[in-house]
């Protein structure tokens, strides 16, 4: 039933990101005001009237227009922040085999990134877990459950970020999934990825590639429930039962939605993401 309220209180509960209709039936009433749009809000960041200032008073400044995906990036993750109880489950990988059957495929004449093996390890344990392939319904009250596997990837660009998809991704072999990878990067930096191609994701990747760090907090890309921040492989002493002994490791941090996702349920999907990563030869046999 749609609440009875005014232009302005909508228009604020929008500024708010709050639902008035689904408020109303949470406070169980048929109108909402003011006051209860305030009061049922999530704390929000500051107006950007409040950060209208004059930059130049303490020294020389230019400015730059964003293109219009980072400003619609700004709104999305801004929402997300505010209504996503967001947790994230931080871990690394052994990626021992995986570096050296890249290696040793390379020498073959296969290039194959370290980023197909994620998506593709990725899309076989939304198979396995398929609450994480899954988004809440608007109202709260079903779990829409996904028959397709569709990976998303974060690609910063000169215009912003944006996240093309990989269809079908669980259906695609070692190989296939690399060279869509590198076909989408080249077209996102040459801005030639179509609005078509972006959206309908199952997660999202977002890999900070030899960038640095060695963890972070990804945000959530609504409708989906859970995104999955990859740093750069760094070399670290693992113990072997006799010794320490240098191992490339791939620190993972796995933000999730805990409305729905538990941290029993994420600390259980990166174990098995882990040990799919750790095994090489079982993605491989799909070559």
């Known amino acids: 039933m749609r609440a009875v309220a005014s232009p302005s209180v909508r228009r604020l509960a929008r500024e708010s990101g709050i639902d008035p209709d689904m408020l109303a039936e949470r406070l169980g009433r048929q109108t909402i005001g003011r006051e209860d749009i305030i009061t049922g809000a999530p704390p929000v960041p500051p107006r950007q009237t409040d950060w209208d200032v004059d930059h130049s008073q303490w020294g020389p400044v230019t400015s730059t227009t964003l293109d219009r995906p980072a400003r619609l ?10 209504l996503i ?28 990134t370290a980023l197909a093996f994620h998506v593709a390890v990725l899309a076989r344990c939304l198979k396995e877990y398929p609450t994480f392939n899954a988004s809440l319904a608007a109202d709260g009250r079903e779990l829409v ?11 910063s660009t000169p215009r912003g970020l944006v996240v093309p998809v990989i269809r079908n991704a669980d259906q695609k072999r070692l190989q ?13 930096r040459k801005r030639r990825i179509r609005p078509e191609e972006m959206g309908g994701a199952s997660m999202t990747i977002s890999s900070l590639g030899r960038t640095g760090g060695r963890s972070f907090t990804p945000i959530v890309n609504p409708p989906e429930l859970a995104i999955l921040g990859i740093s750069r492989t760094e070399i670290r002493p693992h113990w072997d039962g006799r010794e320490f002994v240098p191992r490339p490791v791939a620190p993972l941090d796995l933000s999730y939605d805990h409305r729905v996702i538990n941290g029993a349920d994420a600390a259980a999907f990166m174990t098995r993401y882990r040990e799919l990563l750790a095994d090489p030869d079982i993605l491989l046999a799909l070559r």
């Open 73 to 82: 990036a700004q709104g999305r993750l801004t929402v997300a922040r505010q």
């Open 85 to 112: 109880p967001a947790v994230t489950h931080h871990d690394h990988a052994d990626v021992t085999r995986i570096e050296a059957t890249r290696a040793r495929l390379k020498a073959e004449g296969v290039r194959i």
């Open 145 to 155: 459950l996904k028959g397709y596997v569709h990976i998303g990837i974060a690609a």
């Open 176 to 188: 296939d999934i690399a060279a869509e990878l590198a076909d989408l990067a080249e077209r996102a």
